[in-house]
């Protein structure tokens, strides 16, 4: 399913090769989860979005290398609806779910650069507390792509 993802406001606390800084993440999308080989009889879907601050640290090379890290923590939205097996609990029960929460987002990010090409792995998830379930969207990406800048 499509989905809406933007990196706002790149700010460097210096300029300089090695540098630190920070940006907002946001992503939205809608999401099914169906097809479970382990847990056939989970079927949910719904809605989420994150809005994360993230802090990274840069490292410029001599040769236009650039490589990134960064972790993020932040607001996140999730709803659920549909049942789901719960495989961390006694007995694995099917539990039915349809509500929609707030609560917090995490984040990582690894990047590797050079002239605008990048290999980038992002891992970033929505977490909200339901009954007594954590339940959290984790939406790993793996991107690789030339980047333009505006």
């Known amino acids: 399913m499509p989905s809406l993802s933007i990196k706002m406001f790149q700010?460097?606390?210096?300029?300089?090769?090695?540098?630190w800084g920070w940006y907002l993440e946001f992503?939205?999308?809608?999401?099914?989860?169906?097809k479970q080989r382990v847990n056939a009889d989970t079927a949910i879907s719904g809605q989420y979005w994150y809005l994360t601050p993230t802090l990274f640290f840069r490292h410029a090379t001599e040769n236009d290398w650039v490589f990134i890290g960064g972790l993020g923590y932040g607001i996140g939205y999730l709803s659920v609806?549909?049942?789901?097996?719960?495989?961390?609990?006694?007995?694995?029960?099917l539990e039915s779910f349809n509500t929609s929460k707030f609560g917090e987002s995490v984040g990582v990010i690894a990047e590797i650069s050079k002239y605008n090409w990048v290999l980038q792995y992002k891992g970033f998830a929505p977490v909200i507390e339901v009954r007594d379930n954590s339940l959290d969207l984790s939406n790993h990406r793996i991107i690789f792509g030339k980047r333009f800048n505006f």
Do not use: C, L
Not at 27 to 34: E, G, H, L, R
Not at 81 to 89: A, F, Q, R, Y
């Open 27 to 34: 992503d939205s999308a809608f999401y099914i989860v169906d």
């Open 81 to 93: 609806s549909g049942d789901m097996v719960m495989t961390g609990k006694p007995g694995q029960p």
């Open 11 to 19: 700010n460097y606390f210096k300029e300089e090769s090695k540098a």
